[in-house]
């Protein structure tokens, strides 16, 4: 069983330049989320989906976009990187039914904006 | 909005000692607690978690924590850790007033286990 599987691991880019971060999920769940993990920081919501084709802004938005087509995936766009986002970043995935559960997370994407 | 508050940001203890890392969150009716761990260079994993019911949780590794509403705590404990237990550990709150299910961490406590 497979998980939350993020791609890439690892990534450097050139200020203004774009890029997508994978998020693929095999649970069925309804709840995605992204994360940013910064030291000191904790882990920050960037952006939520409570299920396929809805989307909302967490904590930090701003310079992220996301859209969510089907259940399984959950993509995060950065349009015009910045040395400011140069962080980890965490796609998580959580089941609405049956109460509230865990959140279950994908091993993380080292972003480094130069 | 809910925010959690883990009062160490680092921790170091030794081998075999006992060790307590502090969490706390800002009041609301409903609420629903979690800890997670965090090894170098890794994802989050479930340690624990508090829904509902008995107030002392237990969870992997030997690890246990202890729900206490009239301080809006949630302590996490170990009587002995071991040199794996070294990591990163993250309290987090889930907050469903207003149906926003957003789960909202601690900024973690860095746990050194020196032999």
């Known amino acids: 069983n497979a998980g939350v599987t993020q791609t890439p691991k690892f990534q450097v880019l050139k200020t203004g330049q774009s890029m997508t971060l994978q998020c693929a999920q095999d649970?069925?769940?309804?709840?995605m989320s992204w994360y940013r993990q910064d030291p000191g920081m904790g882990l920050r919501l960037i952006h939520y989906?409570?299920?396929?084709?809805?989307?909302d802004q967490g904590e930090v938005p701003n310079g992220y976009n996301v859209s969510r087509s089907t259940t399984e995936d959950f993509p995060l766009r950065l349009l015009s990187a910045a040395p400011s986002q140069t962080s980890v970043y965490f796609c998580?995935?959580?089941?609405?039914?049956?109460?509230?559960?865990?959140?279950?997370f994908g091993q993380g994407t080292r972003l480094t904006v130069v | 909005a809910q925010s959690v508050t883990q009062l160490d940001s680092q921790v170091p203890v030794f081998e075999e000692a006992p060790v307590e890392l502090r969490c706390n969150y800002s009041?609301?009716?409903?609420?629903?607690l979690f800890w997670y761990v965090q090894y170098p260079n890794q994802g989050l994993q479930l340690l624990l978690k508090?829904?509902?019911?008995?107030?002392l949780v237990k969870g992997i590794n030997g690890f246990e924590a202890e729900f206490n509403k009239s301080q809006t705590s949630f302590h996490l404990r170990k009587p002995s850790v071991h040199i794996s237990d070294t990591a990163e550990y993250f309290c987090?709150?889930?907050?469903?007033?207003?149906?926003?299910?957003?789960?909202?961490f601690g900024k973690g406590t860095k746990l050194t286990v020196n032999p």
């Open positions: 649970m069925n769940h309804e709840y």
């Open positions: 989906s409570v299920g396929a084709g809805i989307t």
């Open positions: 508090y829904l509902s019911g008995s107030t």
């Open positions: 009041s609301s009716v409903s609420v629903y």
């Open positions: 987090a709150v889930s907050d469903l007033q207003g149906g926003s299910e957003k789960l909202v």
């Open positions: 998580a995935s959580r089941s609405r039914t049956g109460g509230v559960t865990e959140a279950f």
